[in-house]
């Protein structure tokens, strides 16, 4: 009974030591793992400060031969890219710039057209008018002209008017 009773009491003894020993032994790893990630992100970050410094030429004196091929090769690359990328969006550009031009092409040629048309109509209103016929004539060619000029509007050659509408009052091309 005695033996049974020792060999209890190690045995509790031994359970309560591990449990004690496994709770350090947890607190222990993870604080030895905490520091052993701090200590690679510390090596990382000063890794990433050495090559930002070799990519704008410091610190090149610590690199050999191969480091600084490595490096020249790394730039050119990244040149390449940038240059690409340049010129990607300079074409683009000049693509849009085209396109504007033609858009405002159209609608120089739509505004010329419009004042083209104010002028005869102002020539033909301060012309005498001797008969009947001439008025007949003028009202045929204003309506001809008219209809193209909206015909051309209708087509969507410029959304942009700056001159009002042509007021077609019988009244104003009366010569008195």
């Known amino acids: 009974m005695c033996v ?6 190690i045995e509790r003894y031994k359970k309560a030591t591990a449990e004690t020993s496994n709770a350090c032994t947890t607190q222990e790893l993870n604080a030895q793992f905490y520091q ?3 200590k ?4 990382q970050i000063q890794m990433m400060q050495n090559s930002n410094r070799h990519l704008v030429g410091e610190g090149l004196s610590c690199l050999n031969v191969r480091e600084l091929k490595q490096l020249e090769n790394r730039l050119e690359r990244g040149i390449s890219r940038i240059r690409s990328k340049k010129h990607e969006m ?3 550009e000049t693509e849009n710039l085209q396109k504007r ?3 405002l ?3 120089n040629a739509f505004l010329r057209s419009k ?3 104010n002028e005869r109509l102002q020539e033909l209103s301060m012309m005498p008018a001797p008969g ?8 045929q060619y204003l309506a001809r002209n008219m209809l193209q000029l909206n015909m051309m509007e209708g087509q969507g050659v410029s959304s942009y008017d700056p001159l009002p509408p042509p007021h077609h009052d019988k009244k104003s091309l009366e010569l008195q």
């Open 105 to 107: 092409e159209q609608e």
């Open 101 to 103: 031009e033609i858009l």
């Open 36 to 38: 052993q990630e701090s």
């Open 40 to 43: 690679k992100l510390r090596q």
């Open 90 to 92: 300079i074409l683009a």
């Open 132 to 139: 009947g016929q001439e008025y007949s004539a003028i009202q």
């Open 115 to 117: 004042i083209a048309e």
């Open 4 to 9: 049974l009773n020792i060999k209890a009491t």
